[in-house]
């Protein structure tokens, strides 16, 4: 997935970085924040790696930087009065538009001083390349500091987390590259032809598994029409910031049976039906992606190990109840339905795929997905930034060809939850956002948390 996620970021429609936010309770020093970066980019070797594509085709290799410098990855800025939220989003979509620079290591943080009275944040960026959202927070669980005081780890504790480039600084021949991309598409293919075999073997469970089979190819095709609400598409992104109770969202979720994670996409749902209605359209449901990680215990490195399946969004005419349990229904059958052995195969074969055919490929993406819906881990405990604690922690992902991205992290006892909403696609983001709020008290209401 690597290798995908390097060439589709090419195309500045198909952008595929994470910004993530921490917020500190107050500003670290400067100096000690810089020699914390230049530590991090010594046990994160991966930090001082650039990719190298120059084939165009089969898999890149990460290489040294030979003109790695710390300033061109890390900066300091300081809030325009009146150094509030506001301010600080602005400077999130700035940092987040911005293009990283593919010719050196995928990755910047910014320390952002004068915001609420004293606090800081830090912006951190990386493109999706040098690895997904839980690869990265188990780094961070594992390199930052549970106390102001504490010192950093030895080297032998990191080692684990080391993500030391496979073949840096080597080059990989295309003859080397065509007899991985064999490997691969024999894997994919025996991948589905185990289903059949499985089906022989067993006649009884023949029907289940033929239609399993259908439903996770069909996932390819859009599971239901994008709204023509949203249809328009641009290059602009308007990034907001919702916070609710962890303790809220996992009482709402028991009281209908169903996950948390389920219940935070209901309330997501619940606010596209509201700006639905708000603007005379009735939809039953909307086209949505959800990114699922596929990663194993053992795999405690960098790298992506996602995988992803969509679903018919029900937006129509319905209870908080009800709709957390119908999406429940949705993304239970969809994860069924995912094959999760052909991932890696396809994701190697799909190095082979010209930069021209991905970027013919986005404007049909764009009119096949409304929305995608993230969930990724959070910090689990008190962890430190050069002695300043971070208080709160969300993510913004790039949308894609999607019209909004909305994701969220736990951090201590709340959820905060960044979206990434294309202006084009919804226009009233102010709206958008009242009515996000709107339908999280819905749904903890009717679930009495």
Not at 117 to 122: E, H, Q, S, T
Not at 127 to 135: V, Y
Not at 223 to 228: A, G
Request: hydrophobic share 45%.
């Amino acid at each position: 997935m690597d290798t995908l996620f390097w060439r589709m970021g090419s195309d500045a429609r198909l952008r595929l970085e994470v910004v993530w936010v921490w917020f500190l309770d107050r500003a670290p020093d400067w100096s000690g924040f810089l020699a914390g970066c230049d530590w991090m980019t010594r046990a994160l070797p991966r930090l001082r790696h650039r990719v190298v594509d120059s084939w165009q085709v089969g898999i890149p290799v990460w290489s040294p930087d030979t003109e790695f410098r710390l300033s061109r990855h890390v900066h300091r800025v300081y809030l325009p009065a009146p150094g509030g939220l506001r301010e600080l989003l602005d400077l999130v979509e700035w940092r987040a538009s911005a293009a990283l620079d593919r010719g050196h290591p995928l990755w910047e943080a910014t320390l952002v001083e004068g915001y609420d009275d004293g606090r800081a944040a830090v912006v951190l960026k990386w493109h999706h390349a040098i690895g997904d959202a839980l690869g990265i927070q188990i780094a961070m669980r594992e390199l930052l500091p549970q106390s102001p005081e504490a010192g950093r780890p030895s080297p032998a504790h990191t080692a684990a987390f080391r993500h030391t480039a496979s073949g840096a600084g080597k080059a990989v021949e295309p003859e080397s590259n065509a007899r991985s991309a064999i490997r691969n598409v024999r894997t994919a293919v025996m991948s589905m032809a185990g289903e059949a075999i499985r089906s022989l073997s067993a006649p009884q469970d023949a029907g289940e598994r033929a239609l399993r089979l259908g439903r996770h190819l069909g996932q390819v095709v859009s599971p239901v029409m994008p709204s023509p609400l949203l249809r328009k598409r641009s290059l602009e992104l308007r990034c907001g910031l919702v916070s609710v109770p962890l303790a809220d969202l996992k009482a709402a979720g028991k009281s209908a049976g169903v996950s948390v994670t389920s219940a935070y996409l209901a309330a997501i749902l619940g606010a596209f039906h509201k700006y639905h209605v708000h603007h005379g359209l009735h939809l039953k449901s909307i086209p949505v992606m959800l990114p699922v990680s596929i990663r194993e215990p053992f795999q405690t490195g960098g790298g992506n190990f996602v995988a992803a399946v969509r679903i018919a969004g029900p937006v129509g005419d319905m209870g908080p109840l009800a709709r957390m349990q119908a999406v429940h229904r949705s993304v239970v059958r969809a994860r069924g339905d995912l094959i999760q052995d052909m991932y890696p195969a396809l994701a190697g074969v799909s190095s082979w795929i010209p930069r021209s055919l991905i970027g013919m490929c986005a404007p049909l993406l764009a009119k096949s997905i409304d929305l995608v819906v993230t969930s990724v881990p959070g910090l689990s405990q008190d962890t430190y930034v050069t002695g300043a604690r971070i208080v709160d922690a969300v993510p913004w992902v790039a949308r894609g060809p999607a019209a909004a991205n909305i994701t969220t992290a736990s951090h201590g006892n709340m959820c905060g939850i960044g979206t990434n909403l294309d202006p084009a696609a919804i226009t009233d983001t102010k709206m958008f956002h009242h009515l996000l709020r709107q339908s999280f008290e819905d749904l903890f209401s009717a679930s009495g948390s």
